[in-house]
């Protein structure tokens, strides 16, 4: 599953693959199936060296490679935190509502919290206990630019593969606005959502990378080509610049969620990211295997289920 150079030497736009319908409609069902399970791989291995430096990683595993649970949390082996419970949350509002407000959004997330999860990060525990105080369902502009509304954009991008750019965009940022209000929170979020519907729609690496640019562009923060970002913290500008540089040096699933989990910090999330937009670029089939029946019997199911039902969105 390389990405030969001449293939990012192609224009952009790629040109679309004029795959035969049904064809078509299966390779789209087993990406998005990709992206939600590669979310889910992504927290399962970060989450053992989350909040670690890349040096203990380092005297711990040498290099963390398999899913093994513990960490802070000290999880299962094959247990996922908030990163994908939180985007099963959002999943569930689109099945539920197909074009969710925010309010149902709230009351999705305030459910979630109710459940117990395993974490809750500050940015999202703030968000949900002011919409219990205050029954408002989106929270006020802020300075506070964390990445827990990107890490679980996944569902979105999956629902509304092929409406219009402007939809794809106000449906990305309705979910985020629940808990975080930043422009830099809201142009990673409505990029990633946009790298996994690429990725879903066969754009190729050529068409992430892309993507990738326009955000610097947009946003120079963002900027992600050179010193390696290591110990990315919560901040989004960290936990881009730690994703994008892994997917941009590495030619497939495996290598990018070893590269990005093994630079430590929030490691869950920058796994969970990671692995949303690889999981939907390169599909299902191409998820390592030791890593899949690591995975709780659960989670996976869960994945499976409610990619499939979002992609019939
Ligand atoms: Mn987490
Ligand atoms: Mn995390």
């Known amino acids: 599953m390389a ?32 992206a939600l399970l590669g979310l889910a791989l992504g927290d399962a291995l970060g989450a053992t060296v989350e909040f670690m430096t890349p040096r203990e990683i380092r005297t711990h595993y040498g290099r963390h490679t398999q899913i093994r649970g513990g960490g ?35 009351r999705a997330f305030d459910a979630w919290m109710r459940s ?27 300075d506070d630019a964390g990445n827990g509304a ?20 106000d449906a990305a940022i309705t979910q985020a606005r629940v808990t975080h209000h930043n422009p830099l929170t809201d142009a990673a979020t409505v990029c990633v959502v946009r790298m996994i519907q690429a990725g879903i729609l066969g754009h190729g690496i050529r068409g992430v990378i892309a993507l990738a640019h326009e955000l610097v562009k947009a946003q ?30 590495t030619d497939n699933f495996e290598a990018a969620l070893i590269e990005v989990v093994n630079r430590g910090g929030d490691a ?4 969970a990211i990671a692995g949303a ?20 019997t659960s989670i996976a199911s869960q994945c499976l289920t409610h990619a499939e039902q979002l992609a019939r969105l």
């Open 116 to 142: 117990k999860p395993v974490d809750i990060g500050n940015t999202v525990r703030r968000g949900i206990t002011r919409y219990r105080r205050t029954g408002e369902a989106c929270v006020p502009p802020s």
């Open 277 to 296: 937009i690889l999981g939907a670029l390169y599909g299902e089939q191409c998820l390592p295997a030791s890593w899949r029946s690591a995975l709780h």
């Open 72 to 106: 802070w949390l000290k999880l299962a082996p094959g247990q996922v935190t908030d990163d994908t419970t939180m985007a099963f949350a959002v999943a569930e509002a689109l099945i539920r509502n197909r074009q969710p407000t925010a309010e149902d959004y709230a």
């Open 3 to 34: 990405h030969p150079d001449e293939a990012r030497a192609m224009p952009w736009p790629a040109p679309q693959i004029a795959w035969p319908p049904a064809e078509a409609a299966e390779r789209i069902r087993a990406h998005a199936r990709g």
């Open 150 to 169: 990107t890490m679980r954009c996944a569902p979105v991008a999956i629902a509304l593969l092929g409406a219009p750019a402007d939809a794809v965009r």
């Open 220 to 249: 120079p923060a963002f900027h992600f080509r050179g010193k390696p970002a290591l110990n990315p913290s919560g901040y989004i500008v960290d936990t881009m610049r730690a994703v994008l540089q892994a997917i941009d040096i």
């Open 268 to 271: 869950d999330t920058t796994g």
